[in-house]
């Protein structure tokens, strides 16, 4: 079974930062793609960034130069640097694992993490 973990939430102020961190464990061969999204009250889940085993990154426009994605794939882990935040960030964030493929199986699968708090006070 693989699992997603997540930390790094928190409250902070505007202008502050912080840095989230997602642990997949688990017999995991391989992990495609690797990502971060988000949901507040009352709207969709929404894509912040995701960051392909090859190091390929894709960001939410409004993130763009503020959010940083890395990846440490020998610890089947990704990061979400997170400066300049704004009230508009403040959201629920969800860790995602997709084509992750588990030793011994043929099967890409997709997984999500529980989700962390993040609150950006104004």
Excluded: H
Excluded at 13 to 26: D, F, I, P, V
Excluded at 66 to 83: E, G
Aim: overall charge positive; glycine content about 12%.
């Amino acid at each position: 079974q693989v699992q997603l973990v997540e930390s790094g939430g928190g409250l902070v102020q505007a202008g502050g930062s912080l840095r989230l961190s997602c642990a997949a464990s688990g017999s995991i061969s391989s992990i495609n793609v690797m990502g971060w999204y988000r949901q507040a009250p009352g709207k969709q889940r929404e894509l912040v960034a995701t960051i392909t085993n090859s190091g390929s990154t894709n960001c939410l426009d409004s993130v763009i130069g503020r959010f940083t994605i890395s990846r440490d794939n020998a610890k089947n882990t990704v990061y979400l640097q997170m400066t300049s935040l704004k009230p508009e960030d403040t959201a629920v964030y969800y860790c995602n694992a997709d084509g992750v493929r588990v030793r011994g199986s043929a099967v890409w699968r997709n997984y999500w993490g529980q989700g962390t708090q993040v609150t950006v006070s104004s």
